[in-house]
């Protein structure tokens, strides 16, 4: 089931210069979590073994919890994003799937 998502007014849309959005210089998004008291990021898109391995790798050396959603990242090749998965979850957060999370945030 595809949902289209949508970009609403309370949104925060910040631009990713880096292969990680949390290395400092390169994004705003750790200064614009940090003023709004978010502790927990949901990292999920593509390349899952370059981009959103090294986001997770780096919001993790900044203390946040970091829940990398599986079926949400893509890579080029399985076995890729497997020992991606691999690694996050002996190291560096949580791997959920969607609708995990999603049980999560609804609190059931």
């Known amino acids: 089931m ?31 979590l940090h003023e709004r008291g978010v502790d927990t990021v949901l990292i999920t898109g593509t390349v899952a073994n370059v981009c959103c391995e090294s986001s997770a790798r ?3 050396a900044l203390c946040y919890r ?9 890579a080029m090749r399985d076995q890729d994003l497997n ?7 002996r190291s560096l957060g949580d791997v ?3 609708d995990e999370v999603t049980s999560l945030i609804n609190g059931s």
């Open 83 to 89: 020992a991606t998965l691999h690694t996050i979850y």
């Open 96 to 98: 959920r799937t969607t």
């Open 2 to 32: 595809a949902v289209e998502l949508g970009v609403g007014a309370a949104d925060i849309v910040v631009e990713k210069m880096g292969v990680s959005a949390f290395f400092p210089g390169q994004c705003t998004l750790p200064d614009q």
């Open 58 to 60: 780096d919001a993790s």
């Open 66 to 74: 970091v829940i990398f959603v599986a079926d949400a990242n893509a």
